[in-house]
């Protein structure tokens, strides 16, 4: 029952009650109006209460408050008589993560909710991962995108030691494919501008390269979330050995769970149906400012 009828049902009751017993029109109309506003006070009140609690209980930050606002707003107007889920963001203080090359969206999810991630530095580097690879929906279905490393001289590298290799022209040849796999969605023009830059600077290091694309990431969705490195200071805080579950989940995420995600438009799905937990690119593309609440959902 929504806000709508609830007003109309008391209108109802105060009209037969006035209309039966002969009070006059000025009357009628001043218990309408009180009715009216006893009602719309009582969401408010519920609206403010809850949301007050979740300022305190979550410690959000600003642009995160207005979501949890807007979010508890139409709930509460769609159903007037349940209390308000509000823990629709549960934040983390902290979490660590591995480097990718243009995350997947699970990834990114679990940035929104998190206040400081830690991107880890020290992790061992593995060939055939998203530490240099990504996934887009091109054409002729999941395209993968990788980035040429250098050769190691030793067994074992950290992420922070792999370097990038430019003997081939594969700048050139991912932002092709990324403009051949999205220039017609409806929002490639509104955020390509700021990628083009990391299709042309020639990054050293992979891990460099990683942070500033996932910071300016960040920056388009409007995000408040810092990053470090578990090579500064706060790397004390941390076990960089032991991953939180969630780093598990989606870095070794498999594709049964990431067929449960809720489906986004996507341009070839008439094609090949719906393809899950791409590129976050995927996602800006095609939904724009509306990636914000579907990374919500996670």
């Known amino acids: 029952m929504c806000l709508q009828s ?33 009602v719309t006070l009582g969401y408010v009140k519920k609206l403010l209460f809850y949301t007050f609690v979740c300022y305190w209980n979550f410690k959000l930050s600003f642009k995160k408050r207005q979501i949890v606002f807007l979010l508890n707003l139409k709930y509460a107007i769609l159903h007037p008589n349940e209390n308000l889920i509000l823990p629709v963001l549960r934040m983390r203080t902290d979490l660590i993560l591995a480097s990718e090359y243009f995350p997947s969206i699970k990834y990114v999810s679990q940035i929104l909710k998190t206040e400081t991630i830690f991107i880890e530095a020290k992790a061992q580097f593995a060939k055939h991962t998203f530490f240099n690879k990504c996934e887009i929906y091109a054409a002729n279905g999941k395209l993968s995108l990788t980035v040429p490393i250098k050769k190691f001289t030793f067994p074992k590298v950290k992420m922070e030691e792999v370097e990038i290799s430019y003997d081939t022209d594969w700048q ?12 017609s969605s409806a929002f490639y023009e509104f955020y390509i501008d700021a990628f083009l830059p990391f299709f042309k600077k020639k990054y050293q290091y992979l891990l460099d390269f990683n942070t500033d694309l996932l910071k300016m990431i960040i920056e388009e969705l409007e995000m408040d979330t810092r990053i470090l490195l578990t090579s500064e200071p706060y790397k004390k805080q941390f076990d960089a050995t032991n991953l939180s579950n969630e780093q598990a989940e989606f870095s070794n995420e498999n594709e049964a769970n990431s067929n449960s995600q809720f489906a986004y438009y996507q341009i070839f799905a008439n094609k090949f149906g719906f393809i899950p937990n791409l590129s976050i690119l995927d996602l800006l593309f095609n939904e724009g400012p509306n990636a914000r609440g579907y990374l919500l959902k996670f």
């Open 172 to 183: 050139r040849l991912h932002f092709k494919s990324i403009e051949s796999a999205y220039r």
């Open 6 to 38: 609830a007003i109309k049902r008391k209108f109802k009751i105060v009209l037969f009650v006035n209309i039966f017993f002969g009070i006059e029109l000025r009357s009628l109309l001043l218990c309408i109006c009180k009715q009216i506003i006893n």
